[in-house]
């Protein structure tokens, strides 16, 4: 079992930056590949980014390619979510996840929401154009 916590987010304008965080309680963050999903008002749940537990593999949504990068910091139990040039399609409330399969070292996180065991509280991201 794991809790993440959430913080970052926010307001900003089109073409700015904003940084998410999930930080892992009790310490186990490093035993899960990540990943982070975004929902917007009415719609499904969407895959943004994943993570593997060595953060050397990643993945992100066609989306957001170029734009946002996801890390880890396995010694903080944190994962980030960096999102620049934002654009207001990107408005929605972000989740971090914990992969439940029990991935390689090496292997990123799943691209469907089902993949996932934990999910932290969600964050507020908003883009005015």
């Known amino acids: 079992q794991v809790q993440l916590v959430q913080s970052g987010g926010g307001m900003a304008q089109a073409g700015g930056s904003l940084r998410l965080s999930c930080t892992a309680s009790p310490r186990t963050i490093s035993n899960y590949a990540m990943g982070w999903f975004r929902q917007a008002p009415g719609r499904e749940r969407e895959f943004v980014a994943a993570?593997?537990?060595?953060?050397?593999?990643?993945d992100l949504h066609d989306s957001v390619k170029g734009r946002f990068t996801i890390s880890r910091a396995n010694a903080l139990d944190t994962v980030y979510l960096q999102m620049n040039n934002l654009k207001p399609e990107d408005t929605a409330v972000y989740f971090c996840?914990?992969?439940?399969?029990?991935?390689?070292?090496?292997?990123?996180?799943?691209?469907?929401?089902?993949?996932?065991?934990?999910w932290g509280q969600g964050t507020q991201v908003f883009v005015s154009s």
């Open positions: 993570i593997s537990k060595s953060g050397g593999a990643t």
């Open positions: 996840a914990a992969d439940g399969r029990g991935r390689s070292w090496y292997t990123r996180g799943g691209l469907t929401a089902s993949e996932y065991a934990f």
